[in-house]
């Protein structure tokens, strides 16, 4: 939940910067406190990746921040379709991908997993790409529409999510109802943020409505909102 604070920031000085309100703010202290309530009651073993979760926040607010300030039509839009996208984004994680196989020393291990898979099991495996492509075109698709903090705040109510999911649909789950309060709270939070995103967007629409009659206005409306 550190990572919408992080793109909140960081977006307040772009070309088109993100337009806040206190309910924002209030809004992302919520997920954070739900957060914070469930991690409360997490084993303490689970604190072993620490390292690995802050290094997962730069490396996915960085992403989202790229993505959105050269797919956003009222950024810096790169000329290249969604597919093209996709493809590229792929294909260059292949790269890191192979080196962390020859680091492991799995290399060797291929000719033989792929010899021991079964028909059922590489159906599986193609469908698992299948569907790793449309998350990836997805995810793509919706960054080119919405900010890099709401995409960051869709990702990780969406997680929450899963885990009452888990919970009360699979039953794979037993945490402490702390931990399901927390959830709900961070979810609740979300909805939260996506209604003060919309009502701050609502409120822009109106406003250039309003002065779209006087174009000097307008142009002053549009610069203010530039402004860090």
């Given at each position: 939940?550190?990572?919408?604070l992080?793109?909140?920031?960081?977006?307040?000085?772009?070309?088109?910067?993100?337009?806040?309100?206190?309910?924002?703010?209030?809004?992302i202290?919520?997920?954070?406190?739900?957060?914070?309530m469930?991690?409360?009651?997490?084993?303490?073993?689970?604190w072993?990746?620490?390292?690995?979760?802050?290094?997962?926040?730069?490396?996915?607010?960085?992403?989202?921040?790229l993505?959105?300030?050269?797919?956003?039509?009222?950024?810096?839009p790169?000329?290249?379709?969604?597919?093209g996208?996709?493809?590229?984004?792929?294909?260059?994680?292949?790269?890191?991908?192979?080196?962390?196989?020859?680091?492991?020393d799995e290399?060797?291990?291929?000719?033989?997993?792929?010899?021991?898979?079964?028909?059922?099991?590489?159906?599986?495996?193609?469908?698992?790409?299948?569907?790793?492509v449309?998350i990836?075109y997805?995810?793509?698709?919706?960054?080119?529409?919405?900010?890099?903090?709401?995409?960051?705040?869709?990702?990780?109510v969406?997680?929450?999510?899963i885990?009452?999911?888990?919970?009360?649909?699979?039953?794979?789950?037993?945490?402490?109802?702390?931990?399901?309060?927390?959830?709900?709270?961070?979810?609740?939070?979300?909805?939260?943020?996506?209604?003060a995103?919309?009502?701050?967007?609502k409120?822009?629409?109106e406003?250039t409505?309003?002065?779209?009659?006087?174009?000097?206005?307008?142009?002053?409306?549009?610069?203010?909102?530039?402004?860090?």
């Open positions: 939940m550190l990572s919408p992080v793109s909140l920031g960081i977006e307040r000085f772009y070309p088109n910067p993100l337009r806040v309100s206190p309910a924002i703010f209030a809004s202290f919520g997920m954070c406190l739900g957060t914070s469930y991690v409360s009651k997490m084993d303490e073993n689970n072993n990746g620490i390292v690995w979760v802050f290094l997962n926040i730069i490396l996915a607010v960085g992403d989202r921040l993505q959105r300030l050269m797919l956003a039509k009222d950024q810096y790169v000329d290249i379709s969604i597919p996208l996709t493809l590229l984004n792929n294909f260059l994680g292949v790269l890191p991908l192979c080196v962390a196989v020859w680091w492991t290399l060797h291990k291929i000719p033989a997993t792929v010899a021991s898979l079964s028909g059922l099991s590489a159906v599986w495996v193609v469908a698992s790409c299948i569907v790793g449309g990836s997805c995810g793509i698709w919706a960054q080119s529409l919405i900010s890099a903090t709401s995409f960051m705040v869709l990702v990780n969406n997680k929450f999510a885990i009452l999911l888990e919970v009360f649909v699979m039953r794979i789950k037993k945490p402490h109802p702390l931990q399901v309060a927390g959830a709900i709270v961070a979810i609740l939070a979300g909805v939260a943020y996506g209604r995103r919309e009502a701050i967007q409120q822009f629409q406003q409505f309003e002065h779209s009659k006087n174009p000097e206005e307008t142009t002053r409306l549009l610069e203010s909102h530039k402004k860090p």
